[in-house]
């Protein structure tokens, strides 16, 4: 890779510290939100503060129904 593509250099990051990086920041709270889980990670200064990661077995997939219930309570002539 560095011979024939002529790459000089190469930065690993964590996938948790990855969002920041594209927006030009190194501190701050990266979210991920899945469809069955949403992991929270702190960051500091580039890196991630693991004794405060947080993991919740909620995801995208319960606010969803979440949020199709309360509107079919609202109007119950919506088929949901």
Same mark, same amino acid.
């Given at each position: 890779?560095?011979?024939?593509?002529?790459?000089?250099?190469?930065?690993?990051?964590?996938?948790?510290?990855?969002?920041?990086?594209?927006?030009?920041?190194?501190?701050?709270?990266?979210?991920?939100?899945? /469809?069955?889980?949403?992991?929270?990670?702190?960051?500091?200064?580039?890196?991630?503060?693991?004794?405060?990661?947080?993991?919740? /077995?909620?995801?995208?997939? /319960?606010?969803?129904?979440?949020?199709?219930?309360?509107?079919?309570?609202?109007?119950?002539?919506?088929?949901?």
């Amino acid at each position: 890779m560095f011979r024939k593509l002529k790459i000089e250099k190469i930065e690993l990051a964590l996938s948790c510290v990855s969002p920041l990086y594209l927006t030009g920041r190194y501190t701050g709270a990266v979210i991920s939100a899945g /469809n069955s889980c949403i992991e929270i990670m702190p960051v500091f200064e580039g890196y991630p503060i693991f004794k405060s990661y947080q993991y919740l /077995n909620i995801g995208t997939r /319960n606010l969803n129904k979440f949020i199709r219930d309360d509107l079919a309570l609202l109007n119950k002539e919506i088929s949901l």
